[in-house]
Nanobody
């Protein structure tokens, strides 16, 4: 599995971004996928996850109602739509492929990671 995250950038508070995670080796369709983020000096934390069928998803409390995870298995791509961005959302965002088909909030359930994309939200 080779994951490539993209779509980050520098935006102002209240703006939106859509992150994409592409699996170039076309193995996404059997695995849950998660988005995580890591801010400077902090541990990597869970943001959102989606099952391989796209029929279940989880969100970290601070992003509920603002972020939406989705996937297009035909395109081997998972998206993270981020609306109403806040400075606290500033971090490097990583996508990861889970060991199983379901969605999971536990970082230990993820085995393959993308390289990360920087999201910076100014106030």
């Amino acid at each position: 599995v080779q994951l490539q995250a993209s779509g980050g950038g520098l935006v102002q508070a209240g703006d939106s971004l859509r992150l994409s995670c592409v699996d170039s080796r076309r193995t996404f369709s059997n695995n849950g996928v998660g988005w995580f983020r890591q801010a400077p000096g902090k541990e990597r934390e869970f943001v959102a996850s989606i099952s391989w069928r796209g029929d279940s998803s989880y969100y970290e409390d601070s992003v509920k109602g603002r972020f939406t995870i989705s996937r297009d298995n035909a395109r081997n791509t998972v998206y993270l739509q981020m609306n109403s961005l806040k400075p606290a959302d500033t971090a490097v965002y990583y996508c990861a492929s889970a060991r199983r088909a379901g969605a999971s909030m536990s970082i230990r359930e993820y085995q393959y990671w993308g390289q990360g994309t920087q999201v910076t939200v100014s106030s």
